[in-house]
């Protein structure tokens, strides 16, 4: 395999929960995030739809007493086996977070950081690999004379970008999205939800959103969680495509939800 | 009523910051007047350029007292610097937390050691240890109180730099590793770049306390004050461990002078130590992502209380 073509791979996750402690927070989660589609991930607060995404990529694997039951896997890979190399794993799925978190270093540093944990490239492949991303994020134009200023000089949707840019720099093969557009406002907005759907193109994308428009603009498919009142752990309650989700919800819960009437 | 009580608080904060910067004012006046005194008996190139310090000829010459700070604080900062680093590196991306807690414990209660308990320490195990592995001598001398000078300056540098890392935003670590940094990546080329006003104004402090610290140094140094400093082995002194051996006796003014301009010349360089801290914190803060470091006022207050 080429490795300068991203190879979107599809993500499995099978029978699984996922554990705080001796809480289950979210339960018997089966989904399948197709290659070159966005998958949105909706519902209300606290169903566990950022859980669900952040152990995707094991980035919860920090959190103590986190802990995962069932099969999540990338490819034919599984993601929590004891062999799993999970710096390896992080560079295969990329992800994005919910508040712009640029590195205190400058704008071309903060894209070629990932390029330069093994084997950095030459120097001038770098800053080839660099642009690369940065145009990928729509940000090239803007931040082009100024790669040598500090990442954190720039506005919280070019910051956004920025950190998009780092993500997909290393070519990963699923790019997770943590409400990437909650603290930003609607132009920026606008600009990341154009940016998202070019990058399914490339990548297999999961986002999760609060925002139901952002849901219905950017997303190919849509996954429906709500909270299960008896136990409080969070499950899927519908998975379809976007605009029958929309259109024509199958579950009262997600009618209620798209609709507006509670979440 | 409101108004009164507000004039009557703002008169009370007014007259405490008056005292304390008259107080700060009459500090310099007092040691920078009586001190200055001493070029009234020799001329200052006698005083700044003399190799020796001898009140037996009435001759002052600076150097070897300055040149045993320099020598001790410098040796002890290039231990006490990367171990105190290491150590908070250790507590708050390693350590687990009921590791952490008990050594918060343990840097708490150095920092708690009166000196003179560091100076016995210092003389019983430090300077035996320093004679028989290195052989001559006394075992009194600049590396004795270096080494009693590590462990003194690492409760200062150890908390100050373990608060500024862990004042690091979470989302910092998860950002390195999102893209595939190991620990050890994420540690030296995001956390450390990120906390670096935080951890420069943690040894700062620590050489201040280092420069400032008297008794245990003077119990372990030697006090040989008439000559340049030889070698790390054999006696030497420092600033204000020589003003401590030698105030009680000194009953010449040209010494007394002499003494006070050394106790003048120690307060400008903890004043410019402060000043490097503040320069450090103010750069800091034209960063928006380096949040939550100490205040320049608890760090003012920590360089004060650390001499």
């Excluded at chain 1, 929960?17 to 995030?33: E, M, P, T, W």
């Excluded at chain 1, 609607?186 to 193109?201: F, G, H, Q």
Aim: glycine letters at 8%; hydrophobic letters at 45%.
């Amino acid at each position: 395999m080429d490795a300068s073509t991203p190879s979107a791979t599809t993500m499995t996750v099978k029978d699984t929960s996922l554990f705080y402690g001796g809480f289950r927070a979210v339960k018997d989660i089966n989904l399948h995030f197709r290659p070159h589609a966005v998958t949105a991930i909706i519902g209300s607060s606290g169903c566990g739809k950022s859980t669900m995404l952040r152990s995707l990529n094991r980035i919860n694997d920090r959190v103590n007493g986190f802990r995962v039951e069932g099969t999540i896997s990338l490819g034919d890979q599984d993601v929590y086996a004891p062999t799993t190399d999970v710096v390896d794993l992080r560079r295969r799925v990329g992800m994005v977070f919910q508040r712009p978190n640029p590195f205190p270093m400058s704008i071309f540093d903060n894209v070629a950081f990932g390029l330069t944990l093994y084997a950095p490239p030459k120097r001038a492949d770098l800053e080839m690999m660099v642009e690369t991303a940065l145009r990928a994020s729509a940000l090239w134009g803007e931040v082009k004379d100024k790669l040598r200023r500090p990442a954190t000089e720039l506005s919280g949707g070019q910051q956004q970008r920025l950190c998009i840019a780092r993500a997909i720099a290393t070519r990963p093969d699923v790019l997770l999205m943590d409400e990437p557009c909650s603290a930003l406002d609607p132009i920026s907005t606008l600009k990341v939800e154009e940016l998202i759907a070019e990058l399914k193109r490339s990548y297999t994308v999961v986002i999760v959103t609060h925002n139901m428009q952002q849901a219905a603009r950017a997303s190919d498919v849509t996954v429906m969680m709500n909270m299960d009142e008896a136990d409080r752990a969070g499950h899927v309650i519908e998975v379809g495509a976007t605009d029958d989700i929309f259109t024509n919800p199958q579950h009262p819960q997600t009618e209620a939800y798209v609709s507006g009437r509670f979440g | 009523m409101r108004l009164r009580q507000g004039i009557v608080a703002q008169s009370i904060f007014f007259t405490a910051a008056a005292i304390v910067a008259l107080s700060t004012a009459a500090l310099l006046l007092f040691t920078g007047s009586r001190g200055l005194a001493v070029f009234g008996y020799m001329n200052p190139a006698e005083f700044f350029l003399s190799g020796s310090w001898n009140q037996n000829d009435e001759n002052f010459g600076v150097l070897p007292l300055l040149a045993g700070s320099l020598l001790t604080v410098g040796l002890a900062l290039l231990i006490s610097g990367p171990l105190a680093l290491g150590v908070s590196i250790f507590m708050v991306e390693i350590a687990p937390e009921p590791v952490r807690r008990v050594m918060r414990t343990v840097v708490e209660l150095f920092a708690a050691l009166p000196s003179v308990i560091y100076g016995l320490l210092g003389l019983t195990l430090v300077v035996p240890w320093v004679r028989e592995s290195f052989g001559g001598g006394l075992g009194k001398g600049i590396l004795a109180a270096s080494i009693v000078l590590v462990f003194m300056t690492q409760p200062t540098i150890v908390s100050i730099a373990e608060d500024a890392l862990r004042a690091l935003p979470e989302s910092l670590r998860e950002g390195a590793l999102a893209v595939g940094a190991t620990r050890w990546q994420m540690i030296w080329r995001v956390l450390l770049p990120a906390a670096r006003p935080g951890l420069i104004t943690a040894v700062v402090l620590g050489t201040g306390r280092a420069v400032g610290e008297t008794i245990a140094v003077q119990m372990v140094i030697g006090n040989i004050t008439s000559r340049m400093p030889k070698s790390l082995l054999t006696g030497a002194t420092t600033m204000p461990a020589a003003i401590v051996t030698q105030l009680p006796e000194a009953t010449s003014p040209e010494h007394r002078a002499a003494l006070i301009m050394v106790a003048f010349l120690l307060l400008v360089i903890t004043f410019s130590l402060i000043a490097a801290v503040r320069a450090a914190g103010s750069r800091g803060k034209a960063r928006p992502t380096t949040r939550r470091r100490p205040s320049p006022a608890a760090q003012t207050a920590a360089v004060k209380g650390g001499d």
